[in-house]
């Protein structure tokens, strides 16, 4: 009898399990996989590494800070600040072709290029900023309102609200066209307020960090172990059943699948549930250059861009929209040359019902196509790499959901989050990105609050 049965050994999975771990529960990580990570793992090809969707951490803070959710997740994990090895960004950029905002990990160099571009709006954005609560402090009932409503209260400026909501919203905004409100407060101060890193080799050594840790505390790690269904009577989990008939009983269940796809595993697949996933996904490519981005001048860390002054943020009509786009260079941090800096990643919004619908002779062409037309795009916003390129990869939204079950191939998971982490069972619980939190940090510090609420502060069951 396991104290609580971890579903999904990506960042949430072993935060939660760390954290139990610290305080003697027998805890069990279940992943279906053969490797750790979800949707922060890793891989290799033709003799390199690649992080898998790792554009930068989020929520960075210098060394000795004591507030935020960095701070927080090291104190609650009892790691040190040396120990992610965490390198801040050089610089990053808005760019809308008509107008661009340069932002880094010192808030006032975006509020500079406000007063810059947008002088009528600057004190408005000053507002704007001053009305951003804390972390501690954001409200439950905000997690339904409106952020656009929020955003346009405090500024007039059309093309500045869009500017302001298409990174906001690329890192973390499952809802189309909008934002939670308590999301908007969560991803201003994780992007604009506090800043970008990356740790130095990438997040392979991060994820060794912590399963070694998870493994020291006497917690069970099992790879190669699908959850078939979560067995459940009279309101609560009892236990799970794996793909291969073994049965495993518990106390409490925190998930990291999803919450639709929590439910498929308790058998609720009604339609109501269904209508609940996630539609946002997106297509990466992954451009390997005979020498480092900067020296052709691809200087920033990473380009939010778009074509229009009205960003859009909804499913395209198309396998890609093109229109708008993340560009980053891994390479641009503050830390010598490593494995990944000749490396440009490019990312935009995806379909996934024409991915999914697509032979495997008709998808191999169409990344091809999609791959040239997203750089051609790019290029539009940083220096053209292209015929420096010497090897490519990309991913669509049918490969995130062949490697970690993602309805859709969402990434952000479903849009309506469930803040407390609670379910229809009373001792099954949501963590990582359907609990509310997204990114390397956010999902590390749901973890640690689930774990934390629900099963170190429950009552015995």
Known sequence: MYDAIIIGAGMSGLAAGIRLAHYERKVCILERHTTIGGLNSFYRLNGRNYDVGLHAVTNFTPKGAKRGPLARLLRQLRFSWDDLALKPQLGSRVDFLRERLDFSNDFELLRSEVARAFPDSVDGFDRLVAAVPDYDDIAPETADASAREFVAAHIADPLLVEMIFCPLMYYGSAREGDMDLA??????????CEGFAR???????????????????????????????IVHDSGKAIGVEL???????????????????????????????????GRLAFVETMSVLDRPPRELGCDRTIVFFNTEDQFTWERPADFVDLRSGVICVPGNFDFPADAESDLVRVTALADFDRWRALAEPDYRAAKQTWFDKLAEVAVRFVPDFRKHVVDTDMFTPTTVVRYTGHENGAIYGAPKKRYDGGTFLSNLFLCGTDQGYVGVIGSLVSGI?????????????
């Open 243 to 277: 793909d291969d008939g073994t049965q495993l009983e518990c106390r409490h269940v925190l998930s990291s699948a999803g919450y639709v796809e929590t439910m498929k595993l308790c058998d609720r697949t009604d339609s109501a549930t269904r209508d609940e996933a």
């Open 199 to 229: 740790p130095a080799a990438g997040i392979r050594p991060i994820l060794k960090l912590l399963v070694r840790r998870f493994k020291e505390l006497g917690g069970e790690l099992k790879l190669r172990a699908g959850v078939r269904r």
């Open 449 to 461: 609050a689930m774990a934390n609420r629900h099963v170190l502060q429950a009552a015995p069951v």
């Open 183 to 192: 999301q908007f407060f969560i991803m201003f101060r994780s992007i604009f």
